[in-house]
């Protein structure tokens, strides 16, 4: 069975950056079908970002855009988060997974059947 496999959390303070990666265990899905997610304590797990189907553009929530970037390296079934100017708002578990529905909207985790195991980001003020 496929497993996601997340790295690169970890503690920042107020405006650092981070990077994310998430990488498939095999090649059984395309990369452009990864997305991130992110459930901070006492919420809802909730969309981070994601790749558009065709590859060429990419979705962010409102609160990351024009802060975190989406890429990709399909030849090792990775995909990145790179993360800048965090507030401490960011801190997080956040999560990579894959759609394996699309009757789903790609911002649901209805659409997402695969998930990592979720990796921690804390940003302190």
């Known amino acids: 069975q496929v497993q996601l496999v997340e790295s690169g959390g970890g503690l920042v303070q107020t405006g650092g950056s981070l990077r994310l990666s998430c990488t498939a265990s095999a090649p059984t899905y395309s990369v452009l079908r990864m997305a991130w997610f992110r459930q901070a304590p006492g919420k809802e797990r909730e969309f981070v970002a994601a790749f558009g189907r065709s590859g060429d553009m990419t979705d962010y929530a409102v609160d990351v855009a024009g802060r975190f970037t989406l890429s990709r390296d399909s030849a090792k079934s990775t995909c990145y988060l790179q993360m800048n100017d965090l507030a401490p708002e960011d801190t997080a578990v956040y999560y990579c997974?894959?759609?394996?529905?699309?009757?789903?909207?790609?911002?649901?985790?209805?659409?997402?059947?695969?998930w990592g195991q979720g990796t921690q980001v804390t940003v302190s003020s």
């Open positions: 997974a894959v759609r394996t529905s699309d009757s789903e909207i790609y911002s649901s985790t209805r659409a997402y059947g695969l």
